[in-house]
């Protein structure tokens, strides 16, 4: 399986961004992914996640609830983060992930494929 994140970028307090995790492999209905986030020094967090199939159930961290929003468009193989409002505390690289099973972690360790990362740098 592979993960590619892209859309990541300069912004400005309050701005909005859309990152994008494009599929490639065996992923199967079975599955669920999600957006990590990890600042210099720092673990990485979970963001969202979502099941790929079965219904959204969707799990998001205390930090972004009602700003950002996870989605996924099966057709192309894609999870969506949009993230609205902003924050210079969301500056981070953000990863996606997935897992052989539906039901969403929200710890590192129990996904098996990683993306590369993409940097969101919000400036105030």
């Known amino acids: 399986v592979q993960l590619q994140a892209s859309g990541g970028g300069l912004v400005q307090v309050g701005d909005s961004l859309r990152l994008s995790c494009a599929s490639a492999?065996?992923?199967?209905?079975?599955?669920?992914i999600a957006w990590f986030r990890r600042v210099p020094g720092k673990e990485r967090e979970f963001v969202a996640g979502?099941?790929?199939?079965?219904?959204?159930?969707?799990r998001y961290a205390d930090s972004v609830k009602g700003r950002f929003t996870i989605s996924k468009e099966r057709a192309k193989n894609n999870v969506y983060l949009q993230m609205n409002s902003l924050k210079p505390e969301d500056t981070a690289v953000y990863y996606c992930?997935?897992?052989?099973?539906?039901?969403?972690?929200?710890?590192?360790?129990?996904?098996?494929?990683w993306g590369q990362g993409t940097l969101v740098t919000v400036s105030s």
């Open positions: 979502i099941r790929w199939s079965g219904g959204d159930s969707i």
């Open positions: 992930a997935a897992r052989p099973l539906l039901r969403v972690s929200t710890l590192v360790e129990e996904y098996d494929y």
């Open positions: 492999g065996r992923t199967g209905s079975s599955w669920a």
